[in-house]
């Protein structure tokens, strides 16, 4: 079991930048492939982001390419997402969420494939 906590999310101006963070706790950081994904009032939760466990493999929604950057730092039980060029259309609670990389046959996209979630961050990007 892993616990996952979310921070750095606030309100920001159109084409400013924030970073968040994913704090993880619990079992051993490096077994878990990570993921950030962002839910929009009235919408469902679409994927941003995901990250293999040695941080080798990453893979980007459409929405966030050549914008947003996934890390890791192993040594620090941390996930990052690094958001510039915010737009409008960016608002949204952002989550992290887990899953064990060994459990999975690669990069994964889909809600369903996550087993761990953090509560969420608020992004809001004004225009």
């Known amino acids: 079991q892993v616990q996952l906590v979310e921070s750095g999310g606030g309100l920001v101006q159109a084409g400013g930048s924030l970073r968040l963070s994913c704090a993880a706790a619990?079992?051993?950081?490096?077994?878990?492939?990570m993921g950030w994904f962002r839910q929009a009032p009235g919408k469902e939760r679409d994927f941003v982001a995901a990250?293999?466990?040695?941080?080798?493999?990453?893979n980007y929604a459409d929405s966030g390419k050549g914008r947003f950057t996934i890390s890791r730092d192993n040594t620090k039980n941390t996930m990052y997402l690094q958001m510039n060029s915010l737009e409008p259309r960016d608002t949204a609670v952002y989550y992290c969420?887990?899953?064990?990389?060994?459990?999975?046959?690669?990069?994964?996209?889909?809600?369903?494939?996550?087993?761990?979630w953090g509560r969420g961050t608020q992004v809001t990007v004004s225009s």
């Open positions: 990250i293999s466990p040695s941080g080798n493999v990453r």
């Open positions: 619990g079992r051993t950081f490096s077994i878990y492939a």
């Open positions: 969420a887990a899953y064990i990389w060994a459990l999975r046959s690669g990069i994964k996209r889909a809600n369903d494939d996550y087993d761990y």
